[in-house]
């Protein structure tokens, strides 16, 4: 059975940092792409970072360019976002999905989805 499991979020200061995982089970990390996306109270669903075996690490989103990096603990099976010097407006609940071999930028070529973490940034 094919799990995807957030977890990292929570409570942060402006300016702060959090590595938020993805923990992967009933796949292997290496034959897929697992991407991270965002959804703000209100908003659409936004894609920020991919990483994949094929095709490397892609970033979507302009606003976390320079602050928000993926990584892969290929020991765990887990992916990881590293997102520094956060902003109020990086307020949303995170959510790691996948798609198969490379990466791409559209939810709608994500088939399986983690239930998402919520981060907050705020004094």
């Known amino acids: 059975q094919v799990q995807l499991v957030e977890s990292g979020g929570g409570l942060v200061q402006p300016g702060g940092s959090l590595r938020l995982s993805c923990a992967a089970s009933?796949?292997?990390?290496?034959?897929?792409?697992i991407g991270w996306f965002r959804q703000a109270p209100g908003k659409e669903r936004e894609a920020l970072l991919c990483?994949?075996?094929?095709?490397?690490?892609?970033n979507y989103a302009d606003s976390v360019k320079g602050r928000f990096t993926v990584s892969r603990d290929k020991d765990n099976n887990t992916v990881l976002l590293q997102m520094n010097n956060l902003k109020p407006e990086d307020t949303a609940v995170y959510y790691c999905?996948?798609?198969?071999?490379?990466?791409?930028?559209?939810?709608?070529?994500?088939?399986?989805w983690g239930k998402g973490t919520l981060v907050t940034v705020s004094n």
């Open positions: 999905a996948r798609t198969y071999y490379f990466c791409s930028g559209y939810v709608q070529n994500f088939d399986y």
């Open positions: 009933g796949l292997s990390l290496e034959d897929i792409a």
């Open positions: 990483i994949s075996t094929y095709d490397g690490n892609k």
